[in-house]
């Protein structure tokens, strides 16, 4: 069940930012359709020698581009002391040896997204801690604070630093994160789909992404629940008149679950063409979802599109 809503939708536009010399002077740059993004954290955690390439990295990049926004980079990496060094098996030099490495590490991929940003004519600062878990962890959530968004890696996970990266940022910093998913690192934001639960989250959530609503040349609100509630009402109907009203371009679609709630957003993202997701995170307790699973953790192990997250 899909219907329009009338407005007056903010027409995206693709201004560069210029290069300047001081790093909180990014406020100067020519205005941008994602008007209200001034800064935006990236946060990455090297944790062996193995790492893949880092999709946030680039989206980031991208995304400030686009923007006119300062980009901060945050390349920690787990420092293996104290407790952790049990996961080595080495010994106490060995283990001096591999932070080392590890550091090394943090720092070339750091370097070499600020000559990226310099290229671009991005203003970039970088920071390149070497911490213990969960030093790092809690060392990106306080810069996040700092910063209009952070925008995290979403890698197929089990109990690593991608999660916790995730989650505490979510529930410790107080602003929304980007969950990228491996294959997007250029920001895209033309087609958004807002999942809409009637929940506080999903309203903070919302909110949150304005600046991406009102840019975006499309924006559906899906609501997903049974047959009875999808005849019986249009849940997303009462929200559309705010983002309306904020200038966004937003349609309103009710769908029936299919399987489970995020395999139906799953869906619904592929035939909307989305570029983007924005949700509520957690509207659960993190006990909860940890045994009983749930939406937010379903999505970020398989999503098609980058999640836009708030708690």
């Given at each position: 069940?899909?219907?329009?809503v009338s407005?007056?939708?903010?027409?995206?536009?693709?201004?560069?930012?210029?290069?300047?010399?001081?790093?909180?002077?990014?406020?100067?740059?020519?205005?941008?359709?994602?008007?209200?993004?001034?800064?935006?954290?990236?946060?990455?955690?090297?944790?062996?020698?193995t790492?893949?390439a880092?999709?946030?990295?680039?989206?980031g990049?991208s995304?400030?581009?686009?923007?006119?926004?300062h980009?901060?980079?945050?390349?920690?990496?787990?420092?293996?002391?104290?407790d952790?060094?049990?996961?080595?098996?080495?010994?106490?030099?060995?283990?001096?040896?591999?932070?080392?490495?590890?550091?090394?590490?943090?720092?070339?991929?750091?370097?070499?997204?600020?000559g990226?940003?310099?290229?671009?004519?991005?203003?970039?600062t970088?920071?390149?801690?070497?911490?213990?878990y969960?030093?790092v962890?809690?060392?990106?959530a306080?810069?996040?604070?700092?910063?209009?968004l952070?925008?995290?890696?979403?890698?197929?996970?089990?109990?690593?630093?991608?999660?916790?990266?995730?989650?505490?940022?979510?529930?410790?910093?107080?602003r929304?994160?980007?969950?990228?998913?491996?294959?997007?690192?250029?920001?895209?934001?033309?087609?958004?789909?807002?999942?809409?639960?009637?929940?506080?989250?999903?309203?903070?959530?919302?909110?949150?992404?304005?600046?991406?609503?009102?840019?975006?040349?499309?924006?559906?609100?899906?609501?997903?629940?049974?047959?009875?509630?999808i005849?019986?009402?249009?849940?997303?109907?009462e929200?559309?008149?705010?983002?309306?009203?904020?200038g966004?371009?937003?349609?309103v679609?009710?769908?029936?679950?299919?399987?489970?709630?995020?395999?139906?957003?799953?869906?619904?993202?592929?035939l909307?063409?989305a570029?983007?997701?924005?949700?509520?995170?957690?509207?659960?307790?993190?006990?909860?979802?940890?045994?009983?699973?749930?939406?937010?953790?379903?999505?970020?192990?398989?999503?098609?599109?980058?999640?836009?997250?708030?708690?």
């Amino acid at each position: 069940m899909s219907s329009p809503v009338s407005s007056s939708p903010a027409s995206p536009t693709h201004a560069s930012p210029t290069r300047v010399s001081s790093s909180h002077a990014s406020s100067q740059r020519p205005p941008s359709a994602l008007t209200g993004l001034r800064d935006v954290l990236v946060g990455i955690a090297v944790e062996n020698e193995t790492e893949t390439a880092s999709s946030a990295i680039g989206y980031g990049l991208s995304l400030a581009l686009s923007a006119g926004a300062h980009l901060t980079l945050q390349s920690a990496s787990w420092r293996l002391s104290g407790d952790d060094r049990w996961i080595s098996g080495f010994d106490d030099g060995s283990v001096a040896e591999i932070d080392h490495r590890l550091d090394r590490l943090a720092r070339a991929i750091a370097a070499r997204a600020a000559g990226d940003a310099l290229l671009a004519g991005v203003v970039c600062t970088t920071e390149t801690p070497s911490l213990p878990y969960p030093a790092v962890i809690h060392r990106l959530a306080a810069q996040a604070r700092l910063h209009d968004l952070t925008i995290l890696d979403a890698e197929v996970w089990t109990c690593d630093l991608d999660r916790e990266s995730i989650e505490t940022t979510l529930f410790r910093s107080g602003r929304p994160v980007i969950a990228v998913p491996p294959g997007h690192a250029a920001f895209a934001g033309r087609r958004i789909i807002v999942a809409w639960d009637g929940s506080a989250q999903a309203a903070r959530a919302a909110n949150d992404a304005l600046p991406f609503l009102r840019a975006a040349e499309a924006v559906e609100i899906v609501s997903v629940g049974d047959a009875a509630e999808i005849r019986d009402s249009v849940p997303g109907a009462e929200f559309a008149p705010h983002l309306a009203r904020h200038g966004v371009n937003v349609t309103v679609n009710d769908l029936p679950v299919s399987g489970s709630i995020e395999d139906t957003l799953r869906s619904q993202a592929g035939l909307f063409r989305a570029d983007m997701i924005v949700m509520g995170a957690y509207r659960h307790s993190r006990t909860r979802q940890f045994f009983f699973g749930g939406v937010t953790r379903g999505l970020l192990r398989n999503c098609p599109v980058p999640l836009f997250l708030s708690r």
